[in-house]
């Protein structure tokens, strides 16, 4: 077997494992990894991660959906505040790879280091212990409904337009928005963001796999190895803290997004 497939099918173990924990590193942890380790362009990498988080968070999503734990209406103003946001982003990509080929790859690298160091702040400021996190963290903001909806849209623009750029961000950076909004039970927000961040990858995706920017061999590979992860995960809830995985990952991705930034 080629090393080079052993590599991504070992990416996509450790992925879907940390999805299985977690639910979250479809986007933030795979682009880095096929950068560093699997030897991808940045574009490429994008593209790959993004087919792999529809496949992953389709799935899951789909379950949230079945079990009622999906806010539609959340997912509905996200989305519609997404697809304008995903074709910035897919301008953004195609502009640089048609007119400035030689920045390119310079450009995502800095926006992928830049998105990697935000979200792992994000994680952080979400792990710290009650007395010392921001209360802006865990609080609902009191809005007039038309304005919070407004918010929500564009909330969903921005994001949409990062993770089309860079595949990061849909999970980790819509929780807050939707703590902030909404006062939701665990499982709604959870299968929300799931649901949300399946819809806004899939829209993501397209530009991407119609500029070529998809190794489809490699997205086989990383969910040979990330499929056996998942189902191995989740027999371990409730038996290791939320904070172990998801503060690793936070480390992590800092530590990535510096070296990314850098590169």
Not at 21 to 50: C, E, K, N, Q, Y
Not at 71 to 80: A, F, G, K, S, Y
């Amino acid at each position: 077997m080629d090393f080079a497939v052993i590599i991504q099918i070992a990416i996509g173990a450790l992925v879907g494992f940390m999805i299985g924990l977690t639910g979250l590193g479809s986007g933030s942890m795979l682009t880095p990894l096929l950068i560093l380790f699997g030897r991808m362009a940045p574009a490429t990498a994008v593209g790959t991660s993004l087919i792999f988080s529809v496949v992953t968070k389709g799935w899951g999503g789909w379950n949230f959906y079945r079990r009622g734990m999906v806010n539609m209406e959340i997912v509905r103003d996200l989305c519609i505040g997404g697809i304008p946001g995903t074709v910035l982003g897919a301008f953004i990509v195609r502009y640089l790879g048609i007119r400035r080929p030689d920045v390119m790859d310079a450009y995502l690298m800095r926006s992928i280091g830049l998105a990697l160091m935000l979200v792992s702040i994000i994680m952080m400021l979400r792990l710290l212990p009650e007395k010392f996190r921001p209360r802006v963290v865990d609080r609902e903001f009191q809005l007039h409904p038309g304005l919070r909806r407004g918010l929500v849209i564009v909330s969903g623009f921005i994001v949409a337009a990062c993770v089309t750029v860079t595949s990061i961000g849909a999970g980790a950076a819509m929780v807050p928005i939707m703590v902030l909004c909404y006062r939701l039970e665990a499982g709604t927000l959870v299968g929300s963001n799931v649901f949300t961040s399946a819809v806004l990858a899939f829209i993501a995706a397209i530009p991407h796999a119609g500029l070529g920017h998809v190794a489809w061999s490699a997205v086989g590979f990383l969910l040979i190895g990330s499929i056996p992860a998942l189902w191995c995960a989740s027999q371990l809830h409730g038996r290791v803290p939320r904070y172990i995985p998801e503060g690793i990952i936070a480390v992590a991705l800092l530590g990535m997004g510096l070296r990314i930034f850098a590169f």
